[in-house]
Structures are given as C-alpha cells and as structure tokens.
C-alpha cells in the first residue's frame, strides 16, 4: 500500500528551506574560516622555522662553541633544536634530547609530514642539511593550536546563536509572509462554507504571484456568478415563455372538450391553432438550447460567399420573399457552418417579420485586408436607438402592443449575437435610410 505522504504548510516548508540555507551557508564560511585559520597557522609556523633555520646556516662557520649558544637560536622556550656536526659531534638545545627521541618515535601528522604527534605533544618538525651541520628544528604547535581551537570554540557558540536567532527570523519572516496566503484560504473557505457566489478574496498588492492568484480567483467567481445568473434567468425565460403558449394549446383542448360535439367547425380551427403553438414551442425550444449551447464546434475553411447565397436563396423560397443581394466571389472564412447559417437565418427572418412584402431586403458581403463585413439591410419599421441595444436581450420586443401579432420566439438576435462574439466579431445596429435597419457584422480574419 502506497503510504500518503503527510501535508505540509507553506509556512513551515518555507521555515525549513530557509533553515537549510542558512545552515549550508554557516558550514561554507566554517570550512572557509578553517581553510584559512590553518594556512595562516602552518605559515607562521614554517616562517618562525625559516628563520631560524637562516639563523643557524648564517652563522655556521663562525660558531665555535654549540654547547653554549644553541639556546640563542630557539625562538620559544618549548622549541627544540639538534645540530649533528660533520665531525659526528651532536648538541641539543635545552631540554630538547628527549624531544628528538620522542620525535623519532612519533608519527606522521594528518597535516602533512612536517607535523609529528608525540606523548607530549604536537611539533612542527623541519630537517636541513649545511655545509658543515645538519640542523634540526622541532616547534612545539601546542599553544597555537590551542588558540586556534579556542577560536573554534567561540565560533561554534557564534555557529548556535546565529542558528536560534536565524531560526526565530525566519520563522516570523515567513509567517508575517504567510498570514496573505492564510488570510487568503480562510477566505476561500468562507466562501465555500457560506455557498457565496458573490464572495471575492481579499487582493495583496505584493507579492505578484498573490496579487495575480487572487484576481483571477475573484475572475473565476464573477465568471461563475454570471453563468448561474444566466442559467437563472435561462430558466426564468424559458417558463415564463413557455407558459403562454402553452395556456393557449390547454384553452383549445378544453374549448374542443366543451363545444367540440355541437360545434364540429371550431375543432379544425382549434387544431390549426395548437398546431401552430406547438411549433411556435419546438423553436423556442431548440433556440433556447442554442443560446445556452457553450461547447466550440469543430470549425473548417468554408466558402462564405456560396454559404451566404444558399441561405438567402432558401429563405427566399420559405418565406416567398423577394431579398436582394451583392456578395463577392469567393471569401474565405474559418467557422463552422451552422454558426453561420444560424446568423444568417435569424437576421434574414428578422428582416421578413418587420418589413411589408413589396419593401426591399438587400444583403451585403464584402472583405478588405483585415476583415470580413455582411450587412443585412430592410425597410421596416425601424428600431429606436433606445431600443437598439435591448433587442438583443431574451424575449425583447421593439412594439411590445403587437408582439403576439408578428411571429417569432423573441431568441434569434440573441442567438445571433452570441454566434457573432463567438467569432471575436463586432454586431452594430444602425438605422436605414429613409426607413429600416442596418445590421452591420464585421468578422477579423
């Protein structure tokens, strides 16, 4: 079984790495301070054994009497020198006999062969051979060895006090940092617990990566909100909608119901009606599934110019409605086909509603470098310019007093709209001269 790692906060991951850090940069100074508190102990040490060494082989030939004047020549009373003249005669300095002897037996120092360990201690050993000697020198390392290592030992006490105050800045550095991110997460929480499609976060101005995290949760939301007030309202208009023709097909049934047996003649009239109403309710139905219809078909290269031409000359036929039409040969546009024909049958059913049968409907489509333009134009009765935004709202009316005269479900320039900024498209409304509306699409290529 797979074993489930256990979470972590922000604050303490942070904590940790940050401790991590430190401590690597406290071991890489250590090392450093050692490499150096070293090499400047073994250099004072092989100077302090150069001089005397020099010392000694300067004054060689002039030193008659070794017994008496070798002591001169140790820098420290520790020191230890043996000169071994050519003639087989040796001589110690102070005390220094059983040094050498120790020195003989000792063994060689991890730092190097230069360094011997004895019982008594820790020498800095150095062997020359002179004109008339052979000098050897044996410096006893232990005081400054000593020193070096008490300044180990204030720094290993610096080492844990630099760590427990790091540690306590750290850690309230980051916390102060993660309260944004808490406050953050107890707000999404709230959100959650209270079900509150309004709820938005509270947006730091630093750092960005909150700043950006925050905004487009708080996009996310408003995005959220507007879908569900739109399934709302989705739902709204569809009842609302719906009620009356279907009021209307139940006030037949039961007029058929009532006077059907005595009245025969108001059945067919009664089965026309709901025939019609019935219809009028599949359209609606269909539409209303269309505008709520999100998912992006697949599209393809169509040729927009035969497209357009197709349906005009088809609802020319359905509609038995002369429309005019100038359409450029060949445009191509990427999109799929019944985004379009559902664009094109809307604003042309649009147009046969509100305009008289001998005015004129005329159709438009042209592109330039940049874009592609279709205009639908009529002659009808024209759309007041307060109006001219409303009329792609659900189930709008320009004359409210005679909607249930002129056919229609009140969706298709929703529809058409919707379709339009699917397409990255820009829908104007602008009125015909003398008389009538231009619908004006422009699509990017």
Sequence with gaps: MKRKRKQQTSQRQLTKQFLLILVVILLLINIAFAAVAFQTMYDYIEEQASTTMEAIQKNQATTKNWAETIDAYAKNEDDAIKITLDNGSVYYSNESEETFQEIENGKRGFLGHSFISTDDGFYFYEKEQMSTLTAEL????????????????IGIFLNIATLVIG????????????????????EISEI????????????????????????????????QHKAMEREKQF??????????PLAAIRGHVQL??????????IIQESIH????????????????????????????????SDLVQDEIEKMSFLHDY??????????????????????????LENAIKYTDAHKKIAVFLKENEKSIELLVEDNGIGIPDEAKEKIFERFYRVDSSHSSEIEGT??????????????????????NKPKGTVFQITFPK
């Design 273 to 304: 009606f709901i025939d019609q109403e019935s219809k009028r309710i599949e359209k609606m139905s269909n539409q209303l599934l269309t505008l709520e219809k999100y998912e992006q078909q697949s599209t393809e290269k169509l040729n927009l």
């Design 138 to 153: 044996a410096i006893d390392t232990e005081a400054i060895f000593e020193s070096v290592s008490n300044v180990f030992i």
């Design 256 to 265: 058929i119901k009532r006077r059907g047996n005595d009245h025969p003649e």
């Design 322 to 347: 002369l429309v005019e039409y100038e359409i450029e040969d060949a445009i191509l546009f990427h999109a799929a086909k019944t985004d379009i024909q559902e664009i094109l049958q809307n604003l």
């Design 192 to 223: 959650r617990k209270n079900n509150q499609s309004l709820g938005r976060l509270t947006v730091p101005e630093n750092p960005v990566e909150m700043y950006e995290v925050a905004t487009a949760f708080n996009q996310l939301m408003e995005a």
């Design 235 to 244: 739902i709204t208009d569809a009842s609302h909608e719906l009620r009356t």
């Design 167 to 186: 540690v306590l800045l750290i850690y309230f550095v980051v916390r102060k940092w993660s309260f944004k991110l808490r406050q953050m997460t107890d």
């Design 410 to 431: 009140g969706i298709g320039l929703s529809i058409v709209k919707k379709m339009v900024e699917k397409y990255h498209g820009t829908l104007i409304v602008r009125d």
